[in-house]
Nanobody, 125 residues
Framework: QVQLVESGGGVVQAGGSLRLSCAAS????????MGWFRQAPGEEREFVAS????????YYADSVKGRFTISRDNAKSTVYLQMNSLKPEDTAVYYC???????????????WGYGGQGTQVTVSS
């Protein structure tokens, strides 16, 4: 059972930056693709970014490509999401996720485990 604790959310003006962190425990971190998802009120949870178990492969949603950067530190069992040039439409609760299967990757939110409460990101215009 994975435990995930997100942090780093907050309120920022459009054009600003935030860095989210997610500390994982419970499974061998370096075996699993990690990712970030977000959910706005009344919307489905959507894929934001993922990073492979070794950190060599990353994927981004088109809406955040070029503005967000995902990274990981396997020694610290932590994954990060650097968010730059934030827009009001980025406002959502951001969730850290870990693939349910080792050495695999998917953008389907149902193939991930989410252990945390998420962290709120609010971008004001």
């Amino acid at each position: 059972q994975v435990q995930l604790v997100e942090s780093g959310g907050g309120v920022v003006q459009a054009g600003g930056s935030l860095r989210l962190s997610c500390a994982a425990s419970g499974r061998t971190f370096s075996r699993y693709t990690m990712g970030w998802f977000r959910q706005a009120p009344g919307e489905e949870r959507e894929f934001v970014a993922s990073i492979s178990w070794g950190g060599g492969t990353t994927y981004y949603a088109d809406s955040v490509k070029g503005r967000f950067t995902i990274s990981r530190d396997n020694a610290k069992s932590t994954v990060y999401l650097q968010m730059n040039s934030l827009k009001p439409e980025d406002t959502a609760v951001y969730y850290c996720g870990q693939m349910t299967r080792a050495y695999a990757s998917s953008r389907d939110p149902y193939e991930w485990g989410y252990g945390g409460q998420g962290t709120q990101v609010t971008v004001s215009s």
